[in-house]
């Protein structure tokens, strides 16, 4: 093991990783808000869009985040629209979190008895104030499991970023081998990296599990 | 003669195609009386309830507020269902709101009313009911009968022109019944006009200036209550009356 290999280049490292979780920030709010659009689109029952958001939600599910990468930064330029890495990278994750969320989304809202609408609806609530005021609130706080899971796997899934030519740890990884053949120290500080920002995240999300499982609204 | 406020004709209703659960009901209601329905389970009486609000959608038929027919728009709904409380047997208060967020809710975003003036009125309703030292808890600490007692004050802190309670202590252990039928006798002594779906024969005697007894989707009785109790006056209301006493079974 070559330590003065790792040392020296640490900075790469935290560097690429600082980019890693910018654009993981980025791809996670996109995809909650992506995800949140999607759920009130099918609670209000809009005629076409939920149609829209079905095969969306089918696609982005079904397909591997790298191919639709592929199609982001080398299909789109062909069509005229050329992304960054950045960019494609972000709308990526984007694309496949906001699926997944949708589905968190779901899940809590069914977990709503429907009686829960009408009383609000008796009361003279519109659809659109029961979806935000009453029914969201409670999925959400049922949700949060899922939202966590989510968050991981997204932060996991940017290891695909480099093929799309972005600096993130694994391209930075790949660099290092590719240039001193110092394969196990870029491999070692790849996994260290990956532990260091998601270890944190995991604890974080299992403390809040807890939180809102016994919360509960006063009990 | 008091003005009518709700008034039904021919309301149709059946779900998925299957034989009417309500037929061609006509049926209205004045200002300041209270109407209890009653009849054996899957009668249709909570979904005759339910058809007032539209929560469940009607095959046919008209129902007119103040003399004018409803509009079931989306946009217009909300505006009805406003004049129109409704309280439910499982009481249906929203758990992430606290007893006064939830009593508060629906005047300040639905009526845009003045915020202190509701809480002021929030408050002296729940404590009319008995709950004010509870304004501040989530509904899971509240008791079954503080809950339903909660649910009242949210409808009615509305105005609304009538109140729809269904079965409402259905859900309650026995002791809890009374505190909440109290709330409602004297609701009714105050004038509000009340349409009542209850299973307790001597709550409906008491509070009842008509009563109605709902059998296969259809009225079948319509009169007041010392009748319908006394000498109903078809064969099935009289079996529907037995039921509840007895000693009644020792003959079979």
Known sequence: MDLEFISSHIPMYVEAAGLTVRIAIYGIIGALIV??????????????????????????????????????????????????????????????????????????????????????????????QTFFRIILPQAVATSVP????????????????????????????????GLYYNTDEALLMLVIAYLIILLPISLVTSWLERRVRYAGFGN | MAETILEVSKLTKSFDGGSAVLNEINFSIKKGEVVVVVGSSGCGKSTFLRCLNFLEQ?????????GKKIDISAKALPKYREK???VFQSYELFPHKTVLENVMLAPLLVQKRNKAEVKAEAEKLLARVGVAEKKDM???????????????????????????????????????????????????????????????????????????????????????????????????????????????????
């Open chain 1, 35 to 128: 995800g949140l659009i999607c759920s009130l689109i099918k609670e209000l029952k809009l005629p076409v869009l939920k149609e829209i958001v079905q095969i969306y939600i089918e696609l982005s599910r079904n397909t591997p985040l790298l191919i639709q990468l592929f199609f982001l930064y080398f299909g789109l330029p062909k069509l005229g629209i050329v992304l960054s890495s950045k960019a494609c990278a972000t709308a990526g994750l984007i694309f496949l979190g906001g699926s997944y969320m949708a589905e968190g989304f779901r899940t809590g809202i069914d977990s709503v008895p429907q009686i829960q609408r009408e009383s609000a609806y008796s009361l003279g609530l519109t659809r659109e």
């Open chain 1, 146 to 177: 899922v939202f966590c899971a989510n968050m991981i796997f997204l932060i996991k899934e940017t290891s695909v970023f480099s093929a799309v030519a972005l600096a993130d740890l694994m391209y930075v990884t790949k660099d290092l081998i």
């Open chain 2, 58 to 66: 009607i095959d046919s038929g008209e129902i007119l507020l103040d």
């Open chain 2, 84 to 86: 129109i409380g409704m």
């Open chain 2, 138 to 252: 989530y509904p899971r600490q509240l008791s079954g009968g503080q809950k339903q007692r909660v649910a009242i004050v949210r409808s009615l802190i509305m105005h609304p022109e009538v109140l729809l309670l269904d079965e409402i202590t259905a859900a309650l252990d026995p002791e809890m019944v009374r505190e909440v039928l109290q709330v409602v006798l004297e609701l009714a002594k105050e004038g509000m006009t009340m349409l009542i779906v209850t299973h307790e024969m001597d709550f409906a005697k008491a509070v009842a200036d008509r009563v109605i007894f709902l059998d296969q989707g259809e009225i079948i009785e319509e009169e007041p209550p010392e009748i319908f109790f006394g000498e109903p006056k078809t064969e099935r209301a009289k079996r529907f009356l037995n039921t509840f006493h007895y000693e009644a079974l020792e003959d079979k």
